[in-house]
């Protein structure tokens, strides 16, 4: 490997701090749902609100790397290019330089940086419309920076155009690198599908406001945002043709290779069944371990996960990969490809794998029952067009919306799973006569459960939100026992009970248990309030929390106190006051791994 992911992001990053700008890091996956998106799907995603004209604290040129998810291509996961989770290497001007020296600084990094040749260098420029005229600016910049004039492509708003569904948006110039393949035709240019143009980023001019469908007002400052992907150069810059040959996934490849005992690229569906695994799970494990981490579950950004840690597990049955495999998958990815850049993920490997496991658990179970009764459909239609046949009717193949419906609803079998194996067996399905189906059940439990929801937290729930707010009071207690090195190593809450990794290197005593039992009820006792503050990680830092400061993740982070006892960077939930917690019972202590050890506790 010429360039590795990790010297790829250094290199990203001191370019733009050698030309001023600042490091603010990535920030968590989750989208705060002000843009319409679930995920993050691009760097500047977060900054809407700097974008749109806010003072930002560290200033006018901010450089990162992002973690971005974007879902909307996942039928393609399984080609060698797409992946539902992908690093974008962001740079921004907020108000402060513009096109000249944008185009100049994009240019350097391709040719002097990168070492692309000029004469294999493409760009794409906006070609004007109704609304915005033809960006020649930014044409004559990309020339003079370097760009060859025949090089330089004018396209309309559907290439050359980014926006969000609100906010700030503007014309964009893409940059391409041209391959060795032979123009598709007279007209072929970086917009058309040949291949003989690949993509290497895009810069955006962020002159305008998108308010309202087609509603556009000039934006106050004139930004730009430059996001490019760090897979896609990774494939470019070390001269390969496969994501999947990269180092961010070459060692959960050659484990799968291992066990398998076939060779990545042989066979056409393993290949892709290995790259849907790689890709779906490295994602998942990004979701669950994201700073605002969240869990599998039937709606929303959690349903999308779900999806994404079913599809694996079908793909892997597929190719008699055992859950076990997926597991070690997400293990390389926590602890050797993203424990530098990612370190919250291996804080949470435990919670992470534990809550892997149960999802798949869960779904293989669903798996196993659903395709018995998908078959039974079938074989129930096959059986009704015979009968047709004799009285000389067609019965068309398809799997009705109910059908469709009761296999999701009584089996946990995802409508999606129903659409592919359907398409295997050459059946139709009524989508329209599922969603009507779904969401007439919705319509049913919402009026069922209205009653039995108090204060937006179910009763099981707030258990484990107690059981949470514990364990920051174990945590404080530990920390002032034994020295403010001690940290948090692992985390996994059921509602029944709360289990506590961190490192001390001693067998704690029954004398120490009790001391720090008596530390957490006295907690209790004092019914503190529990309070949290959003703000930077430096002014969380300096307030005195503890958490991992050299996380990658957020700029803008919760800071959960209870009282002065405890003051801990966290994403929550907790309980409201300490009072909730009632008692806490030490129930074990024991070694986790060396160095580690390892709690039990209730709360009685
Ligand atoms: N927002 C632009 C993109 O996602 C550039 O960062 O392509």
């Not at 809550?355 to 179970?365: A, D, S, V, Y």
Request: with cysteine; proline share 3%.
């Amino acid at each position: 490997m010429k360039i590795t992911s990790k010297q790829l992001r250094k290199i990203w990053l001191d370019f733009y701090k050698e030309r001023g700008h600042v490091d603010i890091g990535g920030v968590s996956l989750i989208g705060d749902g002000s843009t319409g998106v679930m995920f993050n799907v691009a760097g500047m995603q977060p900054l809407m609100p700097y974008l749109l004209g806010k003072k930002h604290p560290m200033g006018t040129r901010l450089c990162n790397v992002q973690g971005c998810v974007r879902t909307i291509d996942i039928d393609s996961v399984g080609d060698s290019t797409h992946c539902t989770f992908f690093e974008m290497l962001g740079s921004w001007s907020l108000g402060d330089y513009f096109k000249e020296e944008r185009t100049k600084w994009s240019f350097e990094l391709l040719n002097k940086v990168f070492g692309f040749p000029a004469d294999r260098l493409a760009v794409t420029v906006f070609a004007g419309n109704e609304n915005v005229p033809r960006d020649d600016e930014t044409a004559f910049y990309r020339e003079k920076s370097g760009i060859k004039k025949e090089n330089i492509y004018f396209l309309p708003k559907e290439d050359n155009w980014w926006e969000l569904d609100r906010g700030p948006c503007g014309p964009d110039s893409e940059m391409f690198y041209i391959t060795d393949k032979k123009p598709c035709g007279k007209n072929c240019n970086p917009g058309c599908s040949c291949g003989r143009f690949v993509e290497v980023g895009n810069d955006v001019f962020m002159q305008y406001e998108k308010i309202d469908d087609n509603k556009y007002i000039p934006l106050k400052q004139k930004n730009v945002d430059t996001g490019w992907g760090l897979e896609r150069l990774l494939v470019f810059l070390n001269n390969l043709s496969d994501v999947y040959l990269t180092d961010l996934f070459v060692d959960v490849i050659g484990h799968m290779e291992k066990t398998l005992g076939i060779k990545y690229g042989e066979d056409e569906k393993i290949t892709k069944a290995m790259r849907i695994i790689a890709d779906h799970t490295r994602t998942a494990v990004m979701l669950i371990g994201d700073v605002n981490g969240i869990l599998p579950s039937n709606v929303g950004a959690g349903y999308i996960l779900r999806r994404l840690i079913r599809r694996a597990v079908r793909y892997a049955r597929d190719i008699n990969l055992e859950l076990d495999e997926i597991i070690d998958v997400a293990k390389i990815f926590i602890e050797k490809v993203y424990n530098e850049s990612y370190p919250l993920l291996l804080e949470k490997e435990e919670y992470i794998i534990s809550e892997l496991l149960t999802e798949m658990e869960k779904f293989n179970k669903a798996l196993e029952e659903g395709r018995k009764e998908f078959d039974k459909v079938i074989f129930g239609i096959e059986k009704h067009k015979e009968f047709a046949k004799t009285k000389g009717e067609v019965v068309p193949d398809i799997i009705s919306g109910k059908a469709c419906f009761r296999l999701y609803d009584t089996f946990g079998f995802p409508f999606e799973l129903t659409q592919e194996l359907a398409k295997e067996r050459v059946f139709d399905v009524d989508e329209e006569g599922f969603k009507k189906a779904f969401e007439e059940h919705q319509e049913k439990s919402r009026t069922a459960s209205a009653g039995t929801f108090k204060g937006g937290l179910a009763d099981s729930s707030y258990e484990s939100a107690k059981l949470h707010t514990a364990t920051h009071l174990l945590m404080a207690g530990l920390r002032k026992m034994f020295g403010p090195q001690v940290m948090q190593k692992g985390s996994n809450i059921t509602p029944e009970r709360l289990r506590l990794d961190f490192n001390v290197d001693h067998k704690m005593t029954p004398e120490e248990i009790a001391n720090l039992e008596n530390f957490v009820n006295d907690a209790i006792k004092k019914e503190i309030p529990v309070t949290y503050e959003e703000m930077s990680i430096s002014d969380a830092k300096k307030s005195g929390a503890v958490g991992v400061f050299e996380s990658k993740y957020g700029d803008i982070v919760k800071v959960y106190s209870i009282g002065d006892v405890s003051k801990e960077i966290c994403g929550g939930p907790h309980a409201k006051n300490t009072k909730d917690l009632h008692h806490l019972k030490i129930t074990k202590e024991e070694s986790s791994s060396s160095g580690i050890r390892r709690i039990k506790a209730i709360l009685d």
